[in-house]
């Protein structure tokens, strides 16, 4: 009788020790699903930033073009007079 108590007692060991097993399996790949997102997130955030960078890096070679133009049209205007 007090062996099979043993062994009773045992299994719900073995057992209790699997399902913690488990949740730390599980907590392990909740954490490396955050990671990844977070590692998402931050990349997304990056190429925003350059996008905008470069959007106005783009604004302003346009407007100093179009300021180099209007001066080269002036001079134009000049020697014609």
């Given at each position: 009788m007090?062996?099979?108590?043993?062994?009773?007692?045992?299994?719900?060991?073995?057992?209790?020790?699997?399902k913690a097993r488990g949740l730390a399996l599980k907590s392990v790949a909740l954490d490396e699903t955050s990671k990844i997102e977070s590692s998402e997130d931050n990349e997304i955030e990056t190429l925003n930033i350059l996008t905008g960078k470069f959007s106005k890096f783009l604004r302003n070679e346009r407007e100093r073009q179009e300021s180099i133009n209007k001066e080269v049209c002036q001079e134009n205007l000049f020697k014609f007079y």
């Open positions: 007090e062996h099979e108590h043993e062994m009773n007692r045992l299994k719900e060991q073995e057992n209790g020790d699997i």
